[in-house]
């Protein structure tokens, strides 16, 4: 899976949880679930989970609270599906 492939991934599992459509619109690499596309922390649970279920894969709690932006979340899940 390319690194595109992942973004548009990505990008369908955090759609229902966003509050900033504009930044949405505008995701990348960079992007902060928190701070960017206003997911308040109990739905970025949700998108982990979503992200375990979509990748069959399980995310550590150590993991978890590494995932706030799309890049360091792109770099575990690339880690657990190799």
Avoid: G, W
């Avoid at 928190?34 to 308040?40: A, F, H, P, S, V």
């Avoid at 069959?56 to 799309?70: F, T």
């Amino acid at each position: 899976m390319n690194k595109q492939e992942l973004i548009d991934k990505l990008k369908v599992i955090v759609k229902p949880y966003i509050q900033n459509e504009e930044a949405f619109q505008e995701l990348h690499e960079e992007t902060r679930f928190i701070e960017d596309l206003k997911i308040n922390s109990a739905n970025l649970v949700d998108v982990i989970l979503d992200v375990e279920d979509e990748f069959d894969i399980e995310i550590a709690d150590d993991e978890m609270e590494q995932m706030l932006d799309v890049k360091t979340s792109m770099s575990i899940i690339t880690k657990k599906i190799a």
